[in-house]
């Protein structure tokens, strides 16, 4: 079956769920198991006239500081699992460009995420990185919802 599970998260409760998933999967499966959380670009984050004003260097600090808490998070859950797991920060990209880099990069087989379920207006203005996901992989994606 899957060989290797990339699991996304962005620390959300909700991404909790697709992480518990994701690892428990990859413990049934006897596969190796990869948790990526992706750091948005600073335009995708501050568009405009404040991107200006707001230091690159900061925010880049904080990003990863962020994303090494969310990481650290999904390790301590693999440990209480009883599975090994990596972790992968892909920096300055849209997330579901850095999800689907991360499971080339890695050679992942299936992707595991959560999905907000949004809809209408909100989808719109939000968007929805688990359909861009699903529209581009080429690999199997579980939503857990």
Do not use: W
């Not at 499971?103 to 968007?127: N, P, W, Y």
């Amino acid at each position: 079956m899957f060989k290797h599970v990339l699991i996304a998260t962005d620390g959300s409760d909700l991404a909790r769920i697709a992480v518990e998933t994701g690892l428990e999967l990859a413990k049934a499966l006897g596969a190796k198991a990869t948790a990526v959380t992706v750091t948005p670009t600073l335009a995708s984050v501050a568009p405009g006239e404040t991107e200006i004003g707001f230091p690159i260097e900061e925010y880049m600090r904080a990003a990863k500081e962020n994303a090494a808490d969310i990481l650290s998070s999904v390790s301590d859950m693999a440990k209480r699992i009883g599975i090994a797991c990596a972790t992968i920060h892909e920096p300055d990209q849209y997330p579901a460009d850095g999800i689907l880099s991360a499971a080339e990069k890695t050679g992942c087989d299936v992707i595991v995420m959560s999905s907000h379920g949004r809809r209408g207006l909100q989808r719109l203005f939000l968007g929805s990185q688990a359909q861009e996901v699903l529209t581009h992989s080429k690999i199997p994606v579980l939503i857990c919802r």
